[in-house]
């Protein structure tokens, strides 16, 4: 009871007075499941890797003396005779906001204990994701196949844009289908009643990866693309 | 704002609504920055102010950030800040290293392409 009411009171400061008390009082730091907190530790890391490549693909593309090839042009795609600069990235954007607009419907819904319907968004978020991926196996595809892109070189220009497009974009295709697969994991488990007892923490921390998937393509989308 | 004990992240479903739809919109804006053709300081720009505001929104709203108590935001956005200064070290890295292939390695910038090469920034 002690223990209890003496939580209680760190929990009430807000603020930096918060802060100090969170980090210095002899307590848990974190008031959240530790799964929670590994997740965001993990979303950390995540954020160097792909930092580093970044930093690494601004590196070659500053370096390197042969001009780079036009993005815009290079994913271009001519729908019903119209030759639209960048559309396929466009809708592979939009696809992945979307989806993660339904992960917070359904972090939303396990929170409210609806089991089925949360399920059920999770499963549409993982549809989502399986469609990205899906559309950029055919970008990869056209780039391969029509236009003759390696990661050691292009007819395009400076090599290096297929050594940064195929890492890059290759490590973060990655992060999804993993994501499509801890979607429907915890989807299945969701639907089968796992968590009634439990908790639907487990949906958030999904929730958590699948954000921050959709995070690292906002900066992708930006200065690969776009730059 | 309902902020629970346990950790629980529970918002009106109103405000995931408006931040999925303020997305689209800025999607739709960075995607017309590159439609319009806006080339130099303005693309540059817009692309980064976009940038922002969507990895602002992700972070503050769908991933709970801006309910979540002072020791966790500082223990997650603090450190990338170091990245800044591997970005800045590589920069100034990249330009030296491409002054010196312009220079040396080069064989078009350094006779016929030269001067064509000059032109286009």
Known sequence: ?227 | MSEHAEGQQQHPIAIYFWIWGLLFVLSTFSYLVDYFEFHGMVRWTLILIFMFLKAGFIIAVFMHMMWERLALIYAILLPPLLLLVLIGLMSVEGKYVNSIRSTFFDPPAASAGHVEKSETP
């Open chain 1, 1 to 227: 009871m002690q223990e209890a009411t003496s939580t209680g009171s760190t929990i009430e400061q807000h603020g930096h007075a918060g802060l100090v008390a969170d980090w210095a009082a002899d307590k848990q730091t974190f008031t959240m499941p530790w799964g929670k907190a590994m997740m965001w530790i993990f979303l950390l890391s995540d954020t160097f890797i792909f930092s580093c490549f970044l930093t690494g693909y601004m590196s070659v593309r500053t370096t390197t003396t042969t001009p780079w090839p036009v993005p815009s042009e290079v994913f271009a795609l001519t729908i019903a005779g119209h030759h639209i600069p960048l559309i396929l990235i466009a809708i592979m954007t939009f696809i992945l906001i979307s989806s993660s607009g339904s992960m917070a419907m359904a972090v939303n819904c396990g929170y409210r204990g609806e089991r089925k319907k949360t399920a059920l968004l999770m499963v549409i978020t993982a549809l989502f994701g399986a469609s990205f991926v899906g559309m950029q196996a055919f970008e990869w595809t056209k780039l391969i196949v029509e236009e003759g892109i390696r990661p050691w070189g292009n007819p395009l220009g400076a090599p290096q844009f297929g050594s940064s497009f195929f890492m890059i974009t290759g490590f973060h295709g990655m992060h999804v289908s993993i994501g499509v697969i801890y979607l429907l994991v915890v989807a299945f488990k969701v639907w089968r009643g796992d968590y009634v007892s439990r908790g639907y923490e487990i949906v958030e921390i999904t929730g958590l990866y699948w954000h921050f998937v959709d995070l690292v393509w906002v900066f992708i989308f930006a200065f690969f693309y776009l730059w």
